[in-house]
């Protein structure tokens, strides 16, 4: 009923910046929670950044200072900016999004396809 569409992952070098977004489509009523997590190899998927339908953030310890996550509510979009990366930085980055679903209301909680960012120079 709710798909999520990434983009924007690829490979920089220590020090460069990406810019990802993922963009919300289907049965969508409101979006309660976006957020990001990422995966390392060999490591448990962790959270990387959520923001709420007001607007507030929390940041993993390890991006805050360096990442920002942004939401275009008219356009079902959040974006995560990812700045001075790191090679620790590496792996797979999922969108997530807790929505309301158009009828039913009920609560969807949809990952995306996960898009790849490599760190290395």
């Known amino acids: 009923q709710v798909q999520l569409v990434e983009s924007g992952g690829g490979l920089v070098q220590p020090g460069g910046s990406l810019r990802l977004s993922c963009e919300a489509s289907?049965?969508?009523?409101?979006?309660?929670?976006m957020g990001w997590y990422r995966q390392a190899p060999g490591k448990q998927r962790e959270l990387v950044a959520i923001?709420?339908?007001?607007?507030?953030?929390n940041y993993a310890d390890s991006v805050q200072g360096r990442f920002t996550i942004f939401r275009d509510n008219a356009k079902n979009t959040v974006y995560l900016q990812m700045n001075s990366l790191k090679p620790e930085d590496t792996g797979v980055y999922y969108c997530n999004m807790i929505v309301l679903v158009t009828g039913t209301l009920a609560r969807s909680n949809t990952w995306g396809q996960g898009t790849q960012v490599t760190v290395s120079s």
């Open positions: 923001i709420s339908s007001l607007g507030s953030t």
């Open positions: 289907g049965n969508i009523y409101r979006i309660i929670v």
